[in-house]
């Protein structure tokens, strides 16, 4: 907000080194942050998605000013906002419980921020009009929050913290309190308020989907630390470790016996002998004929004759899925695997029993470091 | 409800004592009234209706001294009372937990657990004291007592209040640019409203009601209502004091029920 120093070597609109924040002291102290290195792009869409406890609310907190590091560097447009309180941050949030003002009306709730802020009161009044208009809510100006609708809170609530115009719009799990199909109405509204302001959404979730729909990129966090950092499609196709990988979408974890190594890529011995080529992590050299884990995710293998495939594996049962159907199969050396099939019309699910040959997308086996 | 389901209305004697319990609290008051419109000097035998009782009431010099002064210090200590308990519901709920916290709630809470006699001996003796040293005997030491004697009443409902406000508003208005002081006067003083004026309302009964506290700390010159209706009992009782009972009475309960009213509709 204010001209403070401007650092020369920004890399972002919010840059995070080395920040730690322990609660409590002596035995009762609680790592809940653990040296988070994190660098967010103006205007991008990113999202902290992680199980509960992991942090996620934490680390947002410390970005909003309600939290102080324990240690480390937090700069907002290049400008050191160690010590400064939630008020002296270009930030706003929308809370999870939406913590509207409940004495106040709707454009006096959107309005807030401005006033604080000092601004003449025609310009409040047209900004809170702007942004009535922008979230679609300009009938209802003069209600109180007590009179609205779960999502017409939380349009409200969007409302009020983008009225002050901040760089940042940081959002804790905005949408966890709604039903299913405004759930999804709501995701797209986010996506299109965030492209038409251009500000930069810091979102909190622990839905990966919604996590993977919504984000530019994506921080998988776990207790305390970020795991992986990236675009959606590289956290879901080359997830760096088993967390990332069982956390976002269903995967099979395959316990496979190396054959070759070569460059980063290493050839694994499959169930029935076959050979198939698994990409290796970073500066990983698995020794020959040691077991290591690889992944493939359910849609990357298809059905083919029993002995054309790479492997065989016979049908234990079926479930159904609309879209798709889910086979629940045993591999020849008895290591289970599922397997996901688009439906198309008249096809029938296979008998529990049948055996089938699988055949595997080329790239889609992944070593993982365990 | 199912047929042998258990309800205490099946008590044997329920009714009764109900009916009794309900008698004995409020029948006694019904006379009062009654006899307060009585034509006659008596309590006891009804001579027809009037209202010379009221007259006499209105006329008397001394009880509309008196009644002023009860409401001037029932307001003034009300008032007192309810900034100093805003503050310490504020201090015991937004200030983050502190050693000893529970050492202050029962010390906020004094007059409710001392028992009343004891604090009026003890004020007794030390306004003297402080009396002897200065030589002021003014309304002062009545204002002090009242307001101490008038904090938890004030500061239960206040505290009541506050404890249902989100802090999350408060985090929120900060996160819109608030200050501190900004979020206070914007945000949870506002909506500490209700809780304010309920404590405001109960002290004001409290200390319109209180006879020990008073008795003990007066100077000559300074009774109130109650004390003064005290000193009258002592002499002859005409219906005059049911009237001015009844006035009392009416105007008590006229706060208890804007008392229940505000508590009630402070959702929003
Ligand atoms: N003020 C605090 N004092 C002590 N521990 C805290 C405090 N705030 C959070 N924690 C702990 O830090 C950890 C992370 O909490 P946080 O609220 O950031 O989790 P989260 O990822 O947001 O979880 P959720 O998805 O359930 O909201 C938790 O184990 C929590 O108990
Ligand atoms: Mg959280």
Known sequence: ?370 | MAEKGYSVRRLPGFGLIAVLTFTMLYLPIVILVFFSFNAGPSQAVWDGFSLQWYEAAFQNRQVREVSIRSLWLAATAASFATVLATLAALGTTRGGRFPGQTMIYALINQPLMVPEIVTGIALLIFVAAIKVQTGYTGMGYLVAAHTAFCIPFAYLPIRARLETLDPALEAAAADLYASPVQAFFSITLPLLVPGIVAGFMLGFVISLDTVVITEFVKSAGQDTLPTYMLGQLRRTVTPEMNAIATLFLALSLIIVTAFFLITRTRGR
């Open chain 1, 1 to 370: 907000m204010d001209a403070r120093v401007q650092d020369t070597t920004v890399k972002g609109e919010i840059d995070i080194t080395g920040v730690n924040k322990v609660f409590g002291q002596g035995a009762a102290a609680f790592h809940a942050l653990t040296d988070i290195d994190l660098s967010i792009a103006t205007g991008e869409f990113f999202t902290l998605l992680g199980p509960s406890g992991c942090g996620k609310t934490t680390l947002l907190r410390v970005i909003a000013g309600f939290e102080q590091p324990s240690s480390g560097s937090l700069r907002i447009n290049g400008a050191e906002v160690a010590g400064l309180g939630p008020n002296r941050r270009p930030v706003n949030t929308v809370f999870q419980s939406y913590a509207l003002f409940p004495h106040m009306t709707v454009a006096q709730n959107i309005g807030f921020g401005l006033k604080m802020l000092g601004k003449p009161r025609r310009e409040i009044e047209a900004t809170a009009a702007e942004m009535l208009r922008l979230v679609r809510m300009e009938a209802l100006a003069e209600r109180r929050p007590a009179e609205l609708s779960g999502g017409q809170q939380q349009r409200v609530a969007l409302a009020r913290a983008l009225a002050p115009r901040p760089r940042v719009l940081l959002l804790d799990e905005p949408l966890s309190a709604l039903d299913l199909k405004l759930r999804k109405e709501m995701q797209s509204e986010l996506k299109r308020l965030q492209t038409e302001t251009g500000i930069t959404f810091v979102f909190v979730t622990h839905d990966q989907e919604e996590a993977l729909t919504m984000s530019d990129r994506v921080a998988v966090m776990s207790a305390g630390r970020i795991l992986q950092m990236g675009r959606p499609t590289e956290i879901y196709n080359a997830p760096v470790n088993r967390f990332v990988a069982d956390f976002i979408g269903e995967t099979n974890f395959l316990v496979l016996p190396v054959a070759q190594t070569e460059g980063d890529a290493a050839h694994l011995t499959l169930p029935g002998g076959k050979r198939a080529q698994a990409l290796l992590p970073d500066g990983m050299l698995p020794v020959t004929g040691a077991d290591v884990t690889a992944v493939i995710r359910p849609e990357q293998a298809t059905i083919v004759e029993p002995d054309a495939g790479d492997m065989t594996a016979t049908v234990d049962s079926a479930v159904f899925f609309g879209t798709d159907t889910h086979l629940h199969l045993t591999l020849s050396d008895g290591q289970p695997f599922v397997l996901r099939r688009q439906n198309r019309p008249g096809q029938q699910p296979p008998e529990p029993g049948t055996a089938l040959g699988l055949s595997l997308a080329p790239g889609a086996l992944r070593v993982l470091e365990d």
